[in-house]
């Protein structure tokens, strides 16, 4: 374990230098919570069955599209870009165990997208009065671990079908754009099609909306939560039996 | 012999295509041992294999005295390995990239120490690993390979793209290492970094070791015919050289110089200056050398592959 923390402080290090990492993290998330709470407020939307201000719709919205963003996207880009610039290979040469690699990985993504739910929930209380009621609490924190465990493991399992950090970013988008849309975050699931809400209930980024917009709301009935959080462990479960089965330490062979 | 290397028998193949047909090595403690063939011949499947990164149809292979398919931990405390290009961390300073992987052992060297050994000063300790230049980045992979103290050091091509100094001071470095008792497997495309650091030299092309021995023995090279050039002055030709030595004449070269290839070079260059001397005259330009390691190289993967075409079978595809 004191492997797995001293790899995942210099991955830390690593990743707070690099441009790109703090864009998708810090910088977009903000960019959006400032256009979205700060343009649409005024009008109505239902969230298990609470009136609330598209600002109360919004700020949950931005948390769930950074945490997926800072989990499943970052750590695909991650793990790629190290397989490709064997970084990978490289300790994998050293007694570093393969489960602390993978775990220092995943752990450095988490931390990450920990500290980015908190500032956007200090940012939404303070520059857009919307607060968080305490008794939400639980339903965040698996809403948090559970997307967090869903999106590493999908990452990992994602990250076996791309060759190259080039190939990697495309193949992100195409998986999360049509999610982030069919999910609830842009657009409340009430108002989508009902087939439409049925595929998106398939899906972990539906869930993680569920679990965090009813923890803004306040309103977590024990049933619906726990649910959300099954499908996100088995969405991890998933993720990460495809990825033991296709993971491979070295880049593509050339030639 | 208790070895640090030993492989009998190894075959390995990518779709259809035998990478490495049959291979047999040995490499002693302490040993520095160069691993040379063309692109393509199995060079990097088998230096993966040893890692404990490849997978092997068939064959023993022993690196410690444990098979690298089953690679421990404690292993890999033993084993240093320089990748062929690894541009590796990016965004963490040359001091941060060793202090994490000098982290990952139990008893590593100290991380300043290692970095002198390579040559790395406190100036470029302190740079991103991304701004380093090609010779200082391969140096910090050296130094990286060292940390855990290891008794066996795989080098794959450890001084491509190095301007000549730098590789100069690449093989003084690594004859710091042989003096620390290190065994080192090397590849290298580049045969006079062979000659001068490797102890043993053994050949692969078309997934076989074609040929093995020292730097001076490797193909035969003692017993080839040493060249002697040299010029005549004017009005003076070939035909006018005693008859033995007309015996060794070459085919006419560019510039002019008359070319022999003799087995007893010395006696033959009595000869020619008795001949000389007899006739009052210099000879000019005079030069004497055996057959460097690249022309043995050379000649040995040029058999291999007019074998591999008689067979009909085909040399492995590259799969560096």
Redesign the interface.
Known sequence: MD?VL??TR?NL???L??RRARMFTIVIPLILLALLAGVFHGGETTVSGVTIDYRQFFVPSVIVFSLTLTTLAMLVATVVQQRE???T?????????AWALIVSQSLTVVVMAIATVILLLLVGAIAFDVHFPLRGLPALVLGVLGGAASFCGLGYALSTFADSADSAQPMIQLVTFPLFFISGIWIPLSELPEWLQVIAKVFPVEHVADLVHRAYVGVVPTGPVLLDFAVLIGWAVLGAAVAARRFV??PP??? | MDMAIRVSGLRRSFDEVEAVAGVDLEVGHGEIFAFLGPNGAGKTTTIEILEGFGERDAGEVEVLGVDPAHATSDWRQRVGIVMQESPGEQELTVHEVMELYAGLYKEPRGVDDTLALVGLDDEAAAKIAATLSGGQRRRLDVALALIGDPELIFLDEPTTGFDPAARRDAWKMLDGLRELGKTIFLTTHYMEEAERLADRIAVIAGGRIIDEGTPATIGHRDLAASEIIFALPAGLGEDDLPGDLRALLQPARRDGRIELHSAAPLADLGRLGSWADGRGIEVGELEVHRPTLEDVYLRLTAEAAGVADADKRPIAEEVA
């Open positions: 492997l001293h790899v210099f290090r690593a990743y230098r690099n610039l064997g970084i290979k490289r300790r994998r040469a050293t007694p570093l165990p330490w070295l062979r050339k030639g």
